[in-house]
């Protein structure tokens, strides 16, 4: 991956900071944005100590509420690149309340508005961002879960936002020549979960698969879950 450039929102913790690790290690080189102006500046310094000389490394602080913070991102990454964006992962997220226990019709509209904003909302001006950036061959590979197509009580907003995020993705495949799909790496213990589930660094892979090996048919327009992953991988 020594010629790719990634963008990754979110990118100071969670799935978002596993996969820049992964990215990085790979060659590629990589921009990272998130709300926190001091974790990413953090974040980079360390991913410049595991970087190779192959790939450099990036970060601007990015509400992904604000498009023109997305718009900065976008652009850094584009310059600090070889030569466009190959791969984009909107992977900033908020959660607003304990996991599990936020149910629809008890939240207030405060929490369904930034859950709306950032989870969903922020999905697409990444995305949308992104575009005029774009290499031909890029792949855009939005994280997801179950929660945003099972139902489960008491997540709400929360939910309703991720099968927002499912949506954006779908109509930029639809209407886009791009690969754009979502990654289900199940259950991942972050700050959105609770801390349950897998640790972020051992489904990290799944995204530099999805953006390397995979079949972009199969990913286009598609979720993609640990089951093909592992599957194409043994």
């Known amino acids: 991956m020594n010629d ?3 963008i990754i929102t979110g990118g100071t913790r969670g799935i978002g900071r596993a996969v820049a690790d992964a990215f990085v290690d790979e060659g590629a080189t990589v921009a990272i944005g998130a709300r926190d102006g001091e974790a990413v500046t953090a974040t980079v310094d360390d991913l410049e100590e595991r970087s190779s000389s192959a790939g450099a490394v990036a970060g601007v602080r990015t509400d992904v509420r604000d498009e023109f ?14 030569s466009g964006i190959d791969v984009v992962v909107p992977a900033a997220g908020v959660y607003h309340g304990e ?7 008890r939240e207030p509209y405060s929490a369904v508005d930034d ?4 989870n ?6 990444t995305i949308r961002e992104s575009l005029p950036h774009l290499n031909d ?26 099968a927002t995020a499912e949506a954006v993705a779908r109509g930029f ?28 660094e051992t489904v990290a892979g799944m995204f530099v698969w999805a953006a390397t090996d995979a079949d972009g048919d199969e990913i286009d327009g598609e979720i993609v879950g640990l089951v093909e992953w592992k599957k194409a991988t043994r």
């Open 4 to 6: 790719r450039t990634v």
């Open 69 to 82: 913070d997305v718009e900065r991102l976008v652009e850094t990454a584009s310059r600090t690149g070889r």
């Open 99 to 105: 996991p599990g226990a936020t149910p629809t019709d």
């Open 115 to 118: 859950h709306w904003r950032t």
């Open 120 to 125: 969903g909302r922020g999905v697409f001006a």
């Open 137 to 162: 061959d890029a792949r855009v590979l939005v994280p997801t879960g179950a929660v945003a197509r099972d139902g489960e009580p008491g997540y709400g907003s929360y939910a309703i936002s991720k």
């Open 173 to 200: 495949a639809a209407d886009t020549d791009y690969t754009v799909g979502c990654l289900d790496p199940g259950r991942v213990a972050t700050d959105l979960s609770g801390g349950h589930g897998r640790d972020p």
